[in-house]
C-alpha cells in the first residue's frame, strides 16, 4: 500500500467557509516537505458533530 502524499484525497468540513485561509495554513505546516500536496476539498457543513469547527475526512488510494 503506498503512503505517498499524492495517493490521499482529503475533505475539510467547516463549520464557517471564513476559516478556510486559517485551516490551509495550519495544513500546508503538517505537510511541510511534502513534494506534492494531497488534493484537497473544502466545504462549509452547519452542524458539525459536538460543535466541532472542522471536520477532516481522509481517503488514501492503493495503487493496485
Known amino acids: 500500500?503506498?503512503?505517498?502524499a499524492s495517493d490521499?484525497?482529503?475533505r475539510q468540513l467547516l463549520a464557517d467557509i471564513k476559516d478556510?485561509?486559517?485551516m490551509n495554513e495550519?495544513?500546508?505546516?503538517?505537510l511541510e516537505g511534502v513534494?506534492?500536496?494531497p488534493a484537497?476539498?473544502?466545504f462549509e457543513a452547519a452542524n458539525l458533530p459536538?460543535?466541532?469547527k472542522v471536520e477532516i475526512v481522509i481517503q488514501a488510494i492503493s495503487p493496485e
Not at 1 to 4: I, N
Not at 26 to 30: A, L
Open 50 to 52: 459536538k460543535g466541532a
Open 35 to 37: 513534494e506534492i500536496a
Open 40 to 42: 484537497r476539498a473544502a
Open 26 to 30: 495550519i495544513y500546508g505546516n503538517w
Open 20 to 22: 478556510y485561509s486559517e
Open 8 to 10: 490521499v484525497y482529503k
Open 1 to 4: 500500500v503506498s503512503s505517498a
